[in-house]
């Protein structure tokens, strides 16, 4: 399989903005379903799922405020068959702090979100920010793929808590905009 980066150069009032899609997008993101779980197999989670459930809400809420309107997470309190599931792990043999991968299908030609999975590693507390890290798992879950710029979905984690990324910033929004309102204009059609 081969994986293609696109990044887009976006002029918006005088101002650039830079991001990189993943690939899918949501279909409809009004509403898109966010399920909040833990490891239940390993018991070292529970001291740590509080902390990482209060993260992922916040980081959730830093999204919704900040796109478009129509464009926002659900949280749901039963798993969904479609949406996005943050799963708070403890893997001390990981080299992640946090990862995402989606399962998606084409329609019309377009690549559409079915399901999400984002997993948090608790283990890993003492290099990451848990808002900092949620919410740039949360933008991969709008779209958007890492980037080496000054932005929430800068892929070093090292690089977000020395910066204090904690919340999107312009450029973050910008891009899950930009590629949600490809579906304006395709309803528009």
Same mark, same amino acid.
């Given at each position: 399989?081969?994986?293609?980066?696109?990044?887009?150069?976006?002029?918006?009032?005088?101002?650039?903005?830079?991001?990189?899609?993943?690939?899918?997008?949501?279909?409809?993101?009004?509403?898109?379903?966010?399920?909040?779980?833990?490891?239940?197999? %390993?018991?070292?989670? %529970?001291?740590?799922?509080?902390?990482?459930?209060?993260?992922?809400?916040?980081?959730?809420?830093?999204?919704?405020?900040?796109?478009?309107?129509?464009?926002?997470?659900?949280?749901?309190?039963?798993?969904?068959?479609?949406?996005?599931?943050?799963?708070?792990?403890?893997?001390?043999?990981?080299?992640?702090?946090?990862?995402?991968?989606?399962?998606?299908?084409?329609?019309?030609?377009?690549?559409?979100?079915?399901?999400?999975?984002?997993?948090?590693?608790?283990?890993?507390?003492?290099?990451?920010?848990?808002?900092?890290?949620?919410?740039?798992? +949360?933008?991969?879950?709008?779209?958007? %793929?890492?980037?080496?710029?000054?932005?929430?979905?800068?892929?070093?984690? +090292?690089?977000?808590?020395?910066?204090?990324?904690?919340?999107?910033?312009?450029?973050?929004?910008?891009?899950?905009?930009?590629?949600?309102?490809?579906?304006?204009?395709?309803?528009?059609?």
């Amino acid at each position: 399989m081969v994986a293609v980066a696109l990044s887009i150069v976006l002029l918006f009032a005088g101002t650039v903005s830079s991001f990189i899609p993943l690939g899918p997008i949501w279909q409809d993101p009004s509403g898109i379903r966010l399920f909040i779980t833990k490891d239940h197999n %390993d018991p070292r989670v %529970d001291d740590w799922f509080g902390y990482y459930e209060s993260a992922t809400v916040s980081a959730m809420n830093s999204w919704n405020s900040g796109t478009f309107a129509w464009i926002y997470f659900v949280r749901r309190y039963s798993n969904p068959h479609t949406g996005v599931r943050v799963t708070v792990v403890f893997n001390e043999n990981a080299n992640w702090d946090g990862l995402a991968t989606f399962t998606a299908y084409t329609s019309g030609g377009t690549l559409y979100f079915r399901k999400v999975e984002v997993r948090l590693n608790a283990a890993r507390v003492h290099v990451h920010h848990p808002i900092s890290l949620a919410g740039h798992e +949360l933008g991969h879950a709008l779209g958007l %793929d890492d980037v080496s710029l000054h932005r929430l979905m800068n892929g070093c984690t +090292l690089y977000r808590n020395t910066h204090n990324i904690v919340s999107p910033l312009s450029g973050d929004i910008s891009g899950v905009n930009t590629l949600h309102s490809s579906l304006i204009e395709r309803n528009n059609e």
